[in-house]
């Protein structure tokens, strides 16, 4: 396994290039690919891939590459796009469908922010607008965790218990630009991994059937209810591929969240993405002034781990969520989740939300130096602030 100094967009075009191949003595790899800013640099180096079986198929838009995937899927081919921002949401209504149809494509989104004005920074709406879609979603802190995100969302999205698209998000510039060290696996491992795909509901020549026809109320809802249960299995079967994973590459991938000082911690800042590295700094230099501050980074919004966090919050008496996004007169989304998870679970949690880093602003030390400062001194919570302070 080679360690690579590689930026974000590397790391995630390697993942889905060398997933691609790893099918190729099944129904190979087919992937629809439109540019955007940020990930372009992505569906550019899959498209210089040289694969055995299969090729990426430029198409005029982002609905239409997502298309590809659907129709490439559905006869077998591992299948992959990326996009951002307002491409991302050009292609919701085939973003549904992939889950409906359920459908194991990986979707790799640079969050960027939706524009107008046209902003080309990071802010997680883009994803978060597909929170109601029948889509896992992992939100990464690291090129190594996109990379490794993305080889474990192909086998889970694969397995016959879930079947269901699969979205790894990495920060515009912040991850999608910026070079780390990366283990970039041989593709002998990758094969080893990722078995043959072998969907079951895969188009058949031979023995014809009706995909996506008028479905009466009734059946349609058991269809949801089928999805629903599958969404459910998610963090069994997840657990399963990160064992395979360690074992394989050794090392781990990591849980939905990961807990920092949580354990007799009063004070817990909740966050995901990027913005989880400069408050673990802040988090170090506070237990060492003797403060019982710690964080939780969440890296799995869907499904989300509802009783699992609330219970790493059991000492906390206020919890402070950062938002890299916010949905308009409501704001932050991490902190709407997680405010209705501690409903009838920890009603005498404070939790306060806090709009950090939207449409791309740097959350600084100092800035979450100050949100922890107000969230130490509040004896209430209040609507969710803007940057960690009231204006």
């Known amino acids: 396994m080679a360690l690579e100094v590689v930026t974000g967009n590397h790391a995630a075009g390697y993942a889905l290039s060398v997933a691609g191949e790893a099918n190729r003595n099944a129904r190979g790899v087919c992937a629809g690919a439109y540019p955007i800013t940020p990930q372009t640099e992505i569906i550019e180096f899959a498209s210089r891939f040289k694969f055995t079986k299969g090729k990426i198929v430029p198409v005029e838009s982002e609905h239409s590459a997502m298309g590809v995937c659907i129709g490439a899927s559905m006869t077998g081919a591992r299948s992959f796009t990326a996009s951002s921002a307002n491409g991302l949401s050009y292609m919701t209504e085939n973003i549904f469908t992939a889950g409906y149809y359920r ?133 069994q079967v997840y657990e399963e591929c990160r064992a395979e994973f360690k074992k394989i590459f050794g090392r781990d991938v990591g849980g939905f969240f990961t807990p920092f000082e949580t354990e007799d911690a009063e004070i817990i800042l909740l966050t995901s993405g990027t913005i989880s590295t400069s408050v673990r700094e802040v988090v170090k230099a506070r237990r060492a002034a003797g403060e019982k501050v710690g964080m939780i980074k969440v890296r799995t919004f869907r499904p989300f781990p509802e009783q699992e966090l609330i219970d790493c919050c059991r000492s906390a008496k206020k919890v402070g969520v950062l938002d890299r996004n916010c949905a308009a007169g409501l704001g932050g989304i991490f902190w709407h989740d997680f405010r209705a998870a501690a409903h009838g679970r920890r009603d005498d949690l404070l939790i306060q939300g806090y709009l950090t880093g939207v449409c791309g602003g740097d959350v600084t030390p100092d800035l979450i130096e100050k949100t922890i400062d107000d969230l130490k001194k509040r004896k209430t919570a209040d609507r969710p602030l803007w940057k960690g302070i009231d204006v």
């Not at 993305?150 to 910026?178: K, N, Q, W, Y």
């Open 103 to 235: 459908l194991p494509i990986v979707l790799a989104c640079v969050n960027r922010t939706m524009g107008p004005p046209w902003n080309i920074w990071a802010d997680q709406g883009d994803a978060l607008l597909m929170r109601d879609a029948a889509l896992i979603q992992f939100f990464c802190e690291t090129n190594q965790e996109v990379l490794d995100s993305i080889l474990l969302g192909f086998r889970l999205a694969e397995d016959h218990r879930i079947l269901m698209p699969v979205m790894v998000s990495l920060d515009a510039f912040i991850l999608s630009h910026t070079l780390m060290n990366t283990e970039l696996p041989e593709q002998e491992l990758v094969d080893k991994y990722l078995p043959d795909l072998d969907l079951p509901h895969q188009l058949d020549y031979e023995n014809p059937f009706c995909v996506g026809g008028l479905a009466w109320p009734q059946e349609t809802l058991s269809m949801r209810v089928d999805t629903d249960e599958a969404m459910q299995r998610v963090p």
